[in-house]
């Protein structure tokens, strides 16, 4: 059977789109994307790999795969990475087992990382959707870091110093969500997701046998 008005091949089954979500730290990125995971079936969170050490309430293989430096660059060195950067002296990275697989078999993943990565990401994959999640303010976003209580004072003062340059590549994203109520922020989000499934590139595939019997002579 081909998808109709494509003359394609149709097996029923959509590739999954690769959603990539970043922001300054201290933005509200990852409780914005945990609240829309909860409430949105069908989306995967690719945990990323990190070099560095975990922070209080951290756990392995929950919030990142924590490995040293030494193991990430065997990693990078063997191409087992679909992107990965050097962020604030220590490296993150998403591997390639934790999307490719998900997005062949139609499930859509999730990425949370920065917009170096996104770069990268998008070189490979241009269909990714990107959002970008800013504070309402700068004085907002020092408030939020301050709060999690989880970082020193020097710590605090690189990432208000790299949020600035973070915060310069909105432009390269797809969509733009100012984090002011969140749980207005949480509404947009779930919006982009779940409009992004209504394309009709994927409609055809997904409705495939639907859009024939509809057409039939």
Do not use: C
């Not at 990475?81 to 934790?98: I, M, N, P």
């Not at 241009?126 to 408030?143: C, G, N």
């Amino acid at each position: 059977m081909s998808v109709p008005g494509t003359g394609l091949p149709s097996t029923g089954v959509a590739r999954g789109t690769l959603f990539i979500v970043a922001a300054p730290s201290g933005a509200g990125k990852s409780s914005i994307v945990n609240a829309v995971l909860k409430d949105t079936p069908g989306i995967a969170l690719s945990i990323s790999y990190t070099s560095r050490a975990p922070r209080p309430g951290e756990r392995h293989a929950q919030h990142y795969h924590f490995i040293d430096k030494a193991e990430f660059e065997r990693m990078i060195a063997a191409g087992a990475f679909f992107e990965h950067a050097l962020v604030h002296g220590d490296y993150k990275g998403t591997a390639r087992q934790s999307v490719e697989p998900q997005l062949a078999a139609g499930h859509d993943v999730l990425l949370e990382i920065d917009w170096q990565g996104a770069g990268q990401v998008r070189a490979q994959l241009p269909d990714a959707l990107s959002v970008f999640i800013l504070p309402p303010s700068r004085a907002a976003l020092e408030t939020r870091m301050r709060s999690r209580g989880q970082d020193s004072e020097a710590v605090i003062a690189q990432r208000l110093a790299a949020a600035r340059e973070e915060m310069s590549h909105y432009a390269e994203f797809d969509f733009v969500i100012v984090n002011d109520d969140f749980d207005q922020a949480v509404r947009e989000m779930q919006a982009i997701f779940l409009g992004s499934r209504q394309r009709r590139a994927i409609q055809q595939i997904r409705h495939a046998s639907l859009i024939e019997a509809l057409l039939r002579v």
